[in-house]
């Protein structure tokens, strides 16, 4: 069983960045493909990215391309979620997942969940 706490967000200004972080408890998370989600108020939980297990790939929902950072560093258990030029539109909970599917876009891809942090962009 993998427990995911994510912590990072807050409020920016629309073209400022943060960083989310998602620390991961025991010692299997590097065999796990990760995911992170967003969801903002009275709207779906939506896909952000996805890393493999290994790092080697990523993926990206085609709103934050060439903005957002996903990576993962396995040896301190911890996925990561650098956003640059944050625009109102990004402001949700962002939440951490693990799975097996490779760069799984769906929720149904991921087994384990986070709590999620807030994001709030300003305009």
């Known amino acids: 069983q993998v427990q995911l706490v994510e912590s990072g967000g807050g409020l920016v200004q629309a073209g400022g960045s943060l960083r989310l972080s998602c620390a991961a408890s025991g010692r299997t998370f590097s065999s796990y493909a990760m995911g992170w989600f967003r969801q903002a108020p009275g709207m779906a939980r939506e896909f952000v990215a996805a890393?493999?297990?290994?790092?080697?790939?990523?993926s990206y929902t085609d709103s934050v391309k060439g903005r957002f950072t996903i990576s993962r560093d396995n040896a301190k258990n911890t996925l990561y979620l650098q956003m640059n030029s944050l625009k109102p539109e990004d402001t949700a909970v962002y939440s951490c997942?693990?799975?097996?599917?490779?760069?799984?876009?769906?929720?149904?891809?991921?087994?384990?969940w986070g709590q999620g942090t807030q994001v709030t962009v300003s305009s």
């Open positions: 997942a693990a799975g097996t599917r490779p760069l799984g876009s769906n929720y149904y891809d991921y087994v384990y």
């Open positions: 890393i493999t297990s290994s790092g080697g790939t990523t």
